[in-house]
């Protein structure tokens, strides 16, 4: 009997202990509650899913370090939402008559955010960077060959050949402008001249940015973006109003109510790559067949609950230069499938490597796999980690299918280049004469409209000859604090915090 | 004392040993973190030159030897991704990790007592209802766990934030709220099995004869328990809290990600994702030695307290 | 008392094995056949448990699901056993530098995070279903061959060893025939327990994206699968989160019963 009392006295001391615990912790909550509330305010909170790839944009790809480091630097020129160049840190320019040479005038009122002043000298430097042996591009800049520094506020960019997209390569975040000599410090601690500037960077926590004074006055001083990698765990954020802007998806939107929602469309390409060195695959007739089974329309609704635009070739809606290729083999299963038998390859089988990583097109790759059954081709799925596809799809070419999507650039010729039949990027294994031509005449097109004729030729061939299934260009989907406006994203993945503010 | 210098040193073989085999299984599998970090935006060749001027075409086994050399004089290599010395990282990550694992294993030492109880009243409504809550909670997942408190509890009451974590030198409180579900969802997977070892092993000592000697020579039965059985039931879980502490780490990376917390686990897992080698490294040798400190002390202290038991029972 | 948890325990069990043994010869749908009109389309007479994002038969998933989760369950744990066993057992009677290493060894790898060893498999051998099984596997051996090597040394010094030791028995002969009846029983209980666990660490592998791969299901892949509509079709998770629940407690409640049998017969014993 005594001591089921002793028992008892222990539960009921437990209890009561916790629940004074439980008590006191709420009315000190109220309190910070209060104290909260008036804070946010002038603060704003950007979720993100993964930390940035390092600061330096001169050592990085990865479109995670651009949306950070476009509102810590500046570039020379920079592109609008409607895809024009205009000035930046480059107050004017101008490109010779013979196209090879690029002038630039540079703003003389620029200061660096530890004070010094912006010259030419650190245009030199951060170029001579870009194009240095460990940085990503350096093929993409090649083809400068001299960079003259004329005064503190005049520098000359020498190419070999004249360009067409030479202007845009210096409005891309890639081609930012970093202090002289400001050397590899940069992944950590980053000095620029933009709008912001990094206080600190916790990985995998947050990072967090302060607007620069003398910038446009109005903007939002102190903005921190917070590193989520669960989406749930960002949407329930959002709408508890932890979080002032993130990134979402479809099927959300229906969930968020009367949040305020932003569509962009993006120039990035999303499609299912085929290996045209694959003895199947090599027959154009197939690849058409393949083309025709797939029903792009459903595929973008059941994937991305409707929210991109439909493709027919390797170019984004949005891009100068885009021609409707969506119906050169419309959805036909019955057609498919009359064309796979008489090509007599019914009841193949290939391969489809999927990025686990991303699993929109884990899931884009799986409806593909049963459509293509339904034609009488069998799919056999492999999803391998995001590292082990870039060597083995990417790099050895060791695929017969594959779904993956494609960063969106200014100019096409960027995005096309890939298809030139010497290419190392060219994973396809795409050959195709006319293209190598026209992908050679379009670098050193100078007249706009010639060049659009270019592309568009380029994009009919490749919705002709399939290369590739062009699944479609995303729309991105923004929910943001109603409070919040001005918010614009660029069609490359980027988008400018200095323009935001948040209602009066 | 002799056991004890033997184990320590081999144990300090078996770390080197582990590091090397993450090396050479880092350098085996497919991907490095030149190619990961461009992804598909540059080419083949660009990754290869890269690779190069990074010093990464060397051997790997002069690859291996000047890491190894480096690390014993306590110098890890800078992150790949980060470009900041692994030292750092590890040292800023730590307290969050640490925090959330302590504050995980004294709630399921909390959860013991409820074991105790159990045990005392074998069979009746509170073992009942106890280990019914205990048997579903151990079967749950863990993610699944953490999801539902996130959007059921977290979404709900502002006393505890969705995500991120409050340093203790900031605020006792709001530290001790952003980890209270994390761990809460980590002490789940702990509890039922610390509950079943304490539980058999009381029921064991509570048949045994000298309890019956306890009751004949009339000792209190409360003072009887505390001083036999308990004990008892306390030193048991010493077995295999290594083991649960290895299996914490898994549950670690699993909640860090779903809460947001700038833990080591997450760390970890985005440092095989981008294949940072020499933050892999040496978080896994750090991992490794601290999992393999706290299983040499728990076994030491096993010993101890087993000695001192025998002695005093015969 | 212990018989009904007994009793609950087969009944719970009995869901998934029969669902999965149907699963063999008959499922209401193809697990892959896709009706992407008909997603989410909740509980209704063509679909008994409704339908996921693409429209494919929970059921039908479900049922493969059950099939996976037992055989990966039972398959690895018994790998990890036989391995963890025969390892325990030779760091238990071995002299003591290899008894040593092999302590060591045990050591080493329960403190390897698991799941970067599992990462590594992933990548290495690629498809889900074996590296799955095989990083199930190495999670289990060094808790059975912790497991063994305090069982026997507990035994070591008892009359009937010894007894077997002084006829000049062969070592591989006493495990054979004295240490194994006895330490069996009680792996057996860690095994049904084991697999409990296994079926966890697969749904936990999944949610980081390194289990079992799609178009397959299991418990994992198709909880992680709905987690990502946890906001827009909170419902979506129920089905399988349920049935694995129901799986793990009666794998959980038949290991406690045997065990507590066991401690039964062992105190009868004393």
């Known amino acids: ?504 | 004392m002799k056991e004890i210098i033997r184990r320590i040193v081999s144990s300090i073989v078996l770390i080197i040993v582990v590091s090397f085999i993450t090396f050479f299984m880092l350098m085996m599998i497919p991907g490095d973190a030149v190619e990961i970090s461009l992804g598909t935006e540059a080419t083949p060749e660009r990754v290869r030159e890269l690779r190069a001027a990074l010093g990464m075409d060397a051997p790997w086994y002069t690859q291996y030897l000047s890491w190894l050399t480096h690390a014993i004089t306590g110098d890890f290599g800078v992150s790949f991704t980060y470009g900041e010395t692994v030292t750092s990282l590890l040292t800023s990550r730590l307290p969050v990790t640490l925090s959330l694992m302590v504050m995980a294993i004294i709630i399921a030492v909390l959860a013991l007592t409820i074991g105790v109880f159990a045990a005392l009243k074998q069979n009746k409504t509170f073992d009942i209802i106890a280990r019914t809550l205990m048997q579903i909670g151990d079967a749950m997942p863990q993610f699944w766990i953490a999801l539902i408190f996130l959007v059921y509890i977290s979404a709900q009451f502002d006393v505890f934030p969705i995500s991120g974590f409050t340093p203790f030198t900031e605020s006792v409180y709001g530290g001790f709220m952003s980890l209270l579900l994390p761990a809460l969802v980590l002490a789940f997977g702990m509890i039922a099995t610390l509950i079943r070892i304490v539980r058999s092993s009381m029921l064991h000592s509570l048949k045994q004869d000298y309890m019956l000697m306890t009751r004949v020579s009339g000792m209190n039965p409360v003072v009887a328990i505390i001083k036999y059985p308990l004990r008892d039931a306390l030193i048991a879980p010493l077995t295999v809290i290594g083991i649960q502490i290895a299996g914490l780490i898994s549950g670690v990376i699993v909640v860090e990600s779903i809460f947001s917390l700038p833990g080591v686990g997450r760390l970890l897992f985005s440092a095989v994702l981008k294949r940072d080698l020499f933050l892999i490294l040496g978080l896994v040798s750090f991992i490794v030695t601290s999992v393999i400190i706290i299983t040499l002390i728990t076994d030491i202290l096993y010993i101890l307290l087993n000695k001192r038991m025998r002695r005093e029972e015969s | 008392m212990r018989k009904y948890v007994f009793i609950l325990s087969v009944i719970l069990l009995l869901i998934p094995l029969s669902l999965g043994i149907v699963s063999f010869f008959y499922t209401p749908y193809p697990i892959t056949e896709m009706d992407i009109d008909n997603r989410f389309s909740g509980i209704s007479k063509a679909h008994l448990l409704g339908t996921d994002q693409f429209g494919r038969d929970l059921l039908s998933r479900l049922m493969v699901a059950s099939r996976y989760a037992l055989l990966l369950g039972t398959v690895s744990v018994t790998l990890g056993l036989c391995a963890g066993a025969f390892i325990g057992v030779i760091s238990a009677l071995s002299n003591k530098w290899i008894s040593m290493i092999f302590l060591r060894f045990i050591d080493g790898m329960l403190a390897f995070p698991g799941i970067v060893l599992a990462m590594m498999f992933v990548v290495v051998f690629g498809d889900g279903l074996y590296s799955t099984l095989i990083a199930i596997a190495i999670f289990m051996i060094p808790i059975f061959a912790r497991l063994t090597y305090s069982l026997i040394k507990e035994q070591q010094h008892a009359l009937y060893i010894v007894a077997a030791k002084s006829m000049g028995l062969s070592t591989p002969r006493i495990v054979w025939r004295h240490y194994l009846p006895v330490i069996l029983p009680r792996l057996v209980t860690q095994f049904s327990a084991s697999i409990g666990s296994a079926i966890l660490i697969e749904s936990a592998l999944s949610y980081l994206g390194l289990g079992v791969v799609p178009p397959n299901a299991s418990f994992g892949l198709m909880l992680k699968e709905a987690q990502s509509f946890m906001l827009s079709y909170p419902y979506l998770i129920l089905p399988s989160g349920i049935l694995l629940v129901i799986t793990v407690l009666g794998l959980n409640l038949m290991g406690d019963t045997l065990n507590d049998r066991l401690m039964k017969l062992g105190d009868t014993h004393d």
């Open chain 1, 1 to 504: 009997m005594k001591n089921k009392f002793g028992v008892l006295f222990v539960a009921l001391m437990l209890t009561f202990v916790l629940s004074a615990c439980g008590k006191g912790s709420e009315e000190v909550e109220d309190l910070l509650k209060e104290n909260k509330t008036e804070e946010t305010k002038d603060g704003l909170k950007v979720a993100i899913s993964v930390d940035p790839d390092g600061l330096d944009p001169h050592r990085t790809t990865a479109s995670s370090t651009f949306v950070i480091t476009n509102n810590i630097y500046d570039t020379l020129v920079k592109v609008t939402e409607d895809g024009e160049i205009v000035p930046s840190l480059a107050s004017s320019y101008e490109q010779s008559e013979d196209g090879k040479t690029l002038t630039f005038h540079l703003r003389d009122d620029v200061k660096f955010h530890d004070g010094t002043k912006f010259t030419a000298k650190d245009v030199a430097y951060s170029f001579e960077r870009i194009r240095d042996d460990l940085g990503p591009r350096k093929d993409n800049y090649q083809y400068i060959t001299e960079v003259n520094v004329i005064d503190d506020y005049t520098i000359d960019f020498k190419a070999e050949a004249p360009s067409a997209s030479f202007i845009s390569d210096f409005a891309y975040p890639w081609a930012a402008i970093v202090k002289d000599g400001s050397g590899d410090d940069l992944k950590k601690s980053p000095v620029g001249t933009g709008p912001y500037r990094l206080v600190n960077w916790t990985p995998q926590d947050n990072i967090v940015l302060e607007g620069v004074e003398h910038y446009n006055k109005g903007a939002i001083k102190n903005v921190e973006f917070k590193i989520m990698p669960d989406s749930t765990a960002q949407v329930t954020s959002f709408k508890k109003g932890d979080i002032d802007l993130i990134e979402t998806t479809g099927d959300v939107v229906e969930t968020l109510g009367d949040a305020k929602i932003i569509e962009i469309d993006n120039n990035s390409v999303q499609l299912m790559a085929m290996n045209l060195e694959n003895e199947h695959l090599k027959d154009e007739k197939l690849r058409q067949a393949i083309n025709m089974a797939v029903d792009k329309e459903e595929l973008i609704n059941a994937v991305w609950w409707g929210y991109g635009k439909e493709i027919g070739s390797h170019y984004p809606p949005v891009l100068k230069g885009y021609v409707d290729t969506t119906n050169t083999y419309p959805y036909d299963v019955d057609k498919a499938k009359q064309l796979v038998k008489e090509l007599g390859r019914e009841g193949i089988t290939l391969n489809m490597k999927l990025p686990t990583d991303y699993p929109n097109y884990v899931a884009a790759g799986q409806i593909i796999a049963e459509k293509l059954e339904a034609i009488g081709i069998h799919v056999k799925i492999e999803t391998i980690e995001w590292g082990t596809w870039l060597t083995d799809v990417y790099g050895n070419r060791d695929y017969d299918l594959t779904v993956v999507g494609h960063t969106g650039r200014i100019d096409g010729y960027d995005l096309l280049e890939k298809y030139g039949s010497t290419r190392s990027d060219n994973y396809f294994n795409y050959k195709n004469a006319e293209v190598d031509n026209l992908l050679s005449s379009i670098k050193v097109e100078l007249d706009d409209d010639t060049r659009m004729d270019m592309y568009k030729r380029v994009q009919t061939i490749l919705a002709e000859e399939v290369p590739a299934v062009y699944i479609q260009a995303p729309t991105r989907i923004y929910a943001i604090n109603e409070d919040l406006e001005g918010f614009t994203s660029y069609p490359i993945d980027v988008f400018e915090l200095k323009d935001l503010k948040f209602k009066e």
